[in-house]
């Protein structure tokens, strides 16, 4: 595939409806939808993305209080404000997809859980929706009973790891597009079965997990559940873990091509342009942006947690090597090359910082 012919799932970020549809413009013969969060109100619609507006956030059985927030809370109603314009303007403008994505999904009976689906139908009407993104099988089988004609996508945080899986959602959901798991983007051979058996593919490029992490599904779950998880885990084994996320680079899509459709940019809480320099940096396949302006990644944002901005800045696309495409990090005690690269970026008083330990004071 010739890299202007790329077809992309770009994130409605809040900002500015028209100014946001003007950008869609000068880029919709790459765009194949916008994914941009469903209006509903906070009583019929939980989300993982609202949650980082809330005015507290919960921290295990704890809860912080923000320090400003009045500022939080009208900053979150806003963005649903703006969302609920978008897609009120955008209708014929350009696909739009609205995820219903969160990891869990709590119901304590079957007519509460009818009852929401009830509500998407709804709101799919009366925005005149393309689609949805879900993660439920539940709420899928349910959604496409009541409108078959409607688009459905399944979300990353469905978690389809195998075809049979894919099956099941083709048949009873009509599942026309499968966002297999961030996990599975360091195994393109797996991508290749799925393809090759007919699946449309939409895989995320610009987040990743850790390779590799040993809590990503309980982190995921934990975020699904309005809490924060206790201790990050995005970083266990040094600084090279910068390096070992599940992403794909802009230069890594001629080896993803052949069988991935779309390209999808996450973003949804990200801030002003960063949608359009996103998919800007991908279409071009640049090489020479920091890490951390590129991607949302929780190995990024553990490091700039632990990094000074300057050294971060100098942290660039190019520098991550390209073993790390097919290799699975499993060599990684022989092999030391992305520790080699960060050593020679990173002063060695920050390295401790990146290895994951745990002090027991008796």
């Known amino acids: 595939m010739k890299a202007n012919r790329r077809m992309y799932s770009l994130p409605y970020n809040g900002t500015n409806p028209e100014w946001f549809l003007q950008e869609v413009e000068k880029r919709k013969k790459n765009i194949d939808h916008v994914y941009c969060e469903l209006p509903l109100t906070e009583s019929n619609m939980f989300s993982h993305v609202r949650f980082l507006f809330d005015g507290k956030k919960n921290t295990g059985s704890k809860q912080k209080a923000n320090p400003d927030p009045e500022k939080t809370n009208l900053k979150r109603a806003n963005y649903v404000k703006n969302c609920a314009e978008f897609l009120r303007i955008s209708k014929g403008r350009v696909r739009r997809i609205c995820p219903v994505n969160a990891m869990y ?156 459709d779309i390209y999808k940019i996450a973003g949804r809480n990200s801030e002003g342009d960063y949608p359009f320099k996103t998919m800007d940096a991908y279409l071009t396949e640049n090489n020479d942006m920091p890490l951390e302006e590129l991607m949302i990644s929780g190995t990024i944002m553990f490091a700039h947690r632990m990094l000074p901005k300057e050294i971060l800045q100098k942290i660039t696309i190019d520098k991550v090597p390209d073993k790390l495409l097919t290799c699975e990090c499993s060599e990684c005690g022989q092999c030391k090359l992305c520790h080699t690269i960060l050593a020679s970026l990173i002063p060695e008083k920050y390295h401790s910082r990146f290895v994951f330990k745990v002090n027991v004071t008796r």
């Not at 709590?106 to 689906?117: A, G």
């Open 105 to 260: 999904y709590r119901y304590d009976t079957e007519e509460e859980l009818k009852d929401f689906v009830i509500s998407l139908a709804r709101a799919a009407n009366y925005y005149q929706l393309e689609g949805f993104i879900l993660s439920d099988y539940r709420m899928a089988v349910l959604l496409h009973a009541l409108l078959p004609e409607l688009e459905i996508h399944t979300s990353c945080n469905a978690y389809q790891w195998n075809l049979r899986q894919m099956e099941i959602w083709r048949d009873k959901c009509g599942v026309k597009v499968f966002n297999p798991p961030r996990e599975i983007l360091r195994v393109p051979e797996n991508l290749k079965k799925m393809h090759d058996k007919g699946y449309k593919l939409k895989c995320l490029i610009n987040e990743g997990c850790l390779m590799g992490c040993p809590n990503s599904f309980n982190h995921n779950l934990s975020i699904a559940m309005s809490c924060s998880a206790p201790i990050l885990s995005c970083c266990q084994n040094g600084i090279a873990d910068l390096f070992r996320a599940n992403w794909i680079l802009p230069r890594w899509q001629k080896y993803y091509d052949e069988y991935v």
